[in-house]
């Protein structure tokens, strides 16, 4: 039987009184292109805080390819890469120097670091202004920035927050590229979007989560086909409007918008 | 118009008032207030110490007549006011107001709002205690001035306030870019030469013709009459002697100085309202052929986590203008010891000592606050596949380098001024750092996990520590220079060896110290890992 990239067992969060994250039970497997979706505070970055280290569960337990996160932090970090929410930038460094940290950190020799980068930062079209700090890079290179070094030690498994916001149509074709030659190359790929679009057109399976409770997995036949007997025609948008249910204000005015 | 203005200054108060009713609602924040009226009972005390002994000098010398002498109590003030924010970046902050951009405040609010900002600040009020001293001290005297002398010393204290934030935005605007830095390092150069010749020309002519001296003086004090803290003395000295159109003519003068420091000040904020942009970001440029990037460091006997931490660490400081100030202020406060002649020619041993054990201090802000400049990074950190306590052991390391750096700068500034210090004092001196810094690594480490603050590596007045840092720090130079001075005390001799060997033995136990530390330190940052985040990554 094939490891799990990524598994959990009642992953639970609480913040105080606040169940942020409910006995969550996920599965993905090696390979996955995952999106994991949600509406707005349904526990989605608290959940890959939690799968990368960022944040400590308050119970259950997290296995990435097959070993304990909680036990083993640093040998499971040796073969993951994340794009947190916050980027994780050190932003008085130049896009060189912290491809360089970064790489040398993660235990890459020196010549290996530095090619991977040089490589890197052409990918990502950042390297015709080598000596710009990353402070005043704009919010899109700033994200392909934290994508460079989420992959810069060839991880087996990719943790990325909402990759695609504030990017542009550009920008995001050129991460598009590169995330699926990593699944190409048998690399597992676990995301959070807003861009249902998108989210559509690359992943394979899905996960939605919705007041800290994991309420529909699998591939997105399955979801579609769990969705009910015209579930084979919806998108993605539509699933998840069904599954979460919807509480819009459709109808409803602001009293003093004309 | 005015209405508009004033009710959106109010708003302003009330959103710092939410901001500070929402900090206090855990117990970290709790913990903070405490401290912040801990330091400010401290600062009032010293206000208020100071404002009952500068009003007294004031009510002699106007009761003896000798009423130019209050210039020599504004001088001091005067200089407290403009220095202290410099040479003291951790006690001093001002609050970004530039985020009140985006709403639609005209530029006189914009401008009200940042004076407000700062006029709370330590020194402001300090210096405005200590004046309202001479009012008071000055008005028992001579009653009949007191509307004058209270107009005299408002303006005087409105010059001081705008003149301090105006020395504030313009050193941020400077220190900001390369090209502006490098002028400011080369006339700070130049300083130290001109401060260079005061010692030994007020010695010459102490030491000379008394003759010369006096006349010295008497050039030099219708010098001092024409800048504002003379212009201030001036004007209540004419007054209390009757002559009220020549001392309304020095507070026109007053009056003119504070003018132009507004109107100094108003061009850098006239700049930020416009949403100006500090960065050193040039126009864009060619392709660089990737041959043309230079190296992560190769440094000899240093690899793995902790070097490439510590690499890190200096390439920040040295993007820091506010930090890299802050390193040359001992060499700065060595050629002030020389030029007030604190440390007479027969004891200068005491000098080395002394200005080592004030960059340790001043270098506590870094030790302190060691996560305060990772912004967003602290989250790379915590990702990454290395231990806590490399990250932290990188970043004491590169402050150890630059402590080391500045002790060799302090001591080859000590032997050029002075006289290279003996053997004995430069070895009791070592053994003390190797004393002393461990123990304020060890707390460093403790407090930055426990008490973050997010810094701005760019902006002067954004330096400032956590003020419960600030408070513990205190407490523990007080402890550690308390230590030093009993050792001292203890060996008391003709050479400073027996000292040395004190040291030596309570350096081995701060050290260990410091390792125990160390390795418990994986454990604090994983517990702390939310908060630690939390605070840093505060926009």
Sequence with gaps: MDVPAVSTENLTRRFGQLVAVENVNL?????????FLGPNGAGKSTTIKMLTGLLAPSAGTIEILGVDLLENAV????????????????????????????????GLDRATTRSRAEELLDFMQLADQPKKLIADYSHGMQKKLALAAAVIHSPKVLFLDEPFEGVDAIAAGT??????SMIARGATIFLTSHVLEIVERLCSHVAIIDKGRLVAQGSLEELRAGAGSDGGKMTLEEILLRIVGTTQSVGRELSWLE | MAGMTRERIAAIALLRWHLFANTIRTTRGQLELISRIIVGLLLLAGGVGGAFGFGTAAWYFVSHGNTEWLALLLWPVFAFWQLFPIFSAAFSETADSSTLLRYPLSYSAYFL?????????????????????????????????????????LTFALFNLVLSRTIFAWLERWLAQRKTREILGVLFIGAILCIQLVGPLLRHYEHGNRGQMLRLVAEIVPAERVLPPGLAAAAIARSLEGRIRTGFLYFSVLCGYSAAAILLLSV?????????????????????????????????????PAALVMEKELRYLSRSGPMLFTLIVPLFMLLIFRSNGAFPHQKPDLVFPAVAAYTLILLTNLIYNNFGGDGTGIQFYFASPVEFREIVAGKNLAHVLI??????????????????PSADVMAATLAAILFAAPVNLATGNLL???????????????????????????GIQVLVMGTAALVLWLSHGPTYWTATVIFLVLAACSLTGYLLGLARVDYIALARRENLMRELMRA
């Design chain 2, 403 to 420: 402590l080391l750096f500045e002790i060799v700068v302090a001591w080859a500034g000590v032997s050029w001024i002075y006289k290279p």
């Design chain 1, 75 to 106: 040998e499971v970090k040796r073969q993951i890469g994340v794009v947190p929410e916050g980027m994780a930038l050190f932003t008085r460094l130049t896009g060189w120097e912290y491809l360089n940290f970064v790489g040398r950190m993660y």
């Design chain 1, 175 to 180: 991460l598009k590229i590169m995330l699926q």
């Design chain 2, 268 to 304: 850098r904020v006239r700049q930020e309202y416009r949403g100006e942009n500090l960065s050193e970001a040039g126009p864009r440029a060619e392709t660089a052929p990737a041959g043309n990037l230079a190296n992560s460091w190769d440094l000899p006997a240093f690899s793995g």
């Design chain 2, 448 to 474: 930055s996990l426990y008490f973050p603050k997010r810094i701005e590596a760019s902006a002067f007045g954004r330096q400032r520590a956590s003020p419960t840092t600030v408070l513990a720090s205190f």
């Design chain 2, 113 to 153: 709002v940042r004076m407000a900002y700062g006029a709370f600040d330590p020194t402001s009020l300090m210096g405005g205690l200590w004046l309202m001293g001479i009012g008071i001290g000055t008005s028992l005297a001579a009653p009949h001035v007191l509307p004058i002398v209270a107009l005299t010393l």
């Design chain 1, 27 to 35: 599965r993905v497997s090696a390979g996955q292109f995952f999106g």
